[in-house]
Each structure stands twice: as structure tokens, then as C-alpha cells.
């Protein structure tokens, strides 16, 4: 990370005031003075700021595997919430990036950082959200148009443009007339039940719900249910976040 930068992540004052303190030769780097703040930095340089070493403040952020039965909450005093998964130190900084509802498994986001939550969860930023799904009921013919046209789901507007893909349709016992359909649905919006409800329009009942990816993050197949890493320099990268590097 450029030296700049490093200096402001430290809370040493804004971009601009930290160029300036860089320019002035109040900064070192590894016994240096530096007076260039695009420099690379990375962890293993040793920064001081008016003889004073800096230690980076960094941000936190997680990847869980949500399992169903927990809700989104922070503290709820009848329910688990996702963050009972994590030691209490640790949950008391995270907020959670965006809702999936208690029934509802797989991938979500923790973070300190209230930008990461902004570029993720903003209506404007469009991040593509895919979900696997099982439902009762069999998806009818023009399934995927009617998803890819934008559908009304009820609400004041109607759901935006999404993609409906591996559709498989069977029949649920021997003989049965009824029928399970799956599929994958990749939404750019985080309405409420929002899955549940595109499938509903489509005659459909979700019973099963998993979410699979944000952006271009795959949910780590590795973390079982109720477990927790933290995301790598390359994945926050291809979310758009600046390299920690
Ligand atoms: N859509 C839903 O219906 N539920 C979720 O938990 C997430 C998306």
C-alpha cells in the first residue's frame, strides 16, 4: 500500500495532511526518511512518524458460513444470532454485511469497516448475489424470461433483471404428481425474501435456500456450517477493496 495511505489507515491524519507530513521529512521508513507518499509499503516495513513507530490498525473481515436457524441480529435474547459464532472480543466490532433470512444458509460477510459495507450493500453498487434454491413445484417453461425481464414481486417497483440458470426439475417420489424444482438465482438487489418471493411468482415454494457467492466470492466449500475465516488480500481485491499488500 502506498505510504499515504499507510499513514492515514494509521490515524495519523487525512490523505492530503499525510502527504504534507511526508513532504515536510517527518517519516521514515525502516530508518529512511521517505519524502515520496506513493511508495509501496507492505507489513514487513518499519514506519515512524516523528521518531514514533506505527503499528496498522487493520480492518477486519470474514467470511462465515451462516447455518440455518441463526438469525442476522447482533444481540437477540431468545434467539442465536451469527455473531454468537465468534468470540465476544471479536463480535463486538463486526457488523454484519446484509441479511439472509434464519432459515436461509451460506455466505456471509463480517466486517469492521463501514466502507466495505457501503460498496457492498449500497442500491446503487448492483453487486450480483447467487443464490442455489430448492422449491416445490415445477418452474414453468418461460422460467429464466421472466426472471431476466425484471418481475413484480408486490412491491413498488419491480425486482430488478435477474438470471435463472441449471434448472433441474423432478418429480418429488415415485409417482407423485408433485414436483421439486432447483436452480441457481443471481439477484443484484437485497430485498426482503426477495428469492423466495421471484420463486413464489413463478408458482414455486422455496423450502431450501443457500447463497453461494457475492460478487466474484465463492462461499469456501472447506468452511462447514458455523464457521468463519477471514478473507484473503486477493478476494477483498476482487471486491474492489484497495491491496493490504
Ligand atoms: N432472498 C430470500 O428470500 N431470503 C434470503 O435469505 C436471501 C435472499
Redesign the pocket.
Known sequence: MRLEKYLSDCGIGTRSQCKNYIRQGLVRVNDEVIKNGAVQISRKDAVQFRDEPLVLMENLYYMFHKPAGCICATKDDRQKTVLDYFPKELSKRLFIVGR??KD?EGLLFLTDDGAFVHRLMSPGKHVEKT?YFKALGKLPENACSMIAAGMDIGDEKPAKPGKLENIRIEEKDLDSAEWISTGHLTICEGRY????RMIKRLECEVFY?K?ISIGKIMLDETLQPGEYRALTDEELQMLGMESRK
Open positions: 439472509l433470512d436461509t443464490y425474501h426477495q428469492v423466495k435456500l447463497r
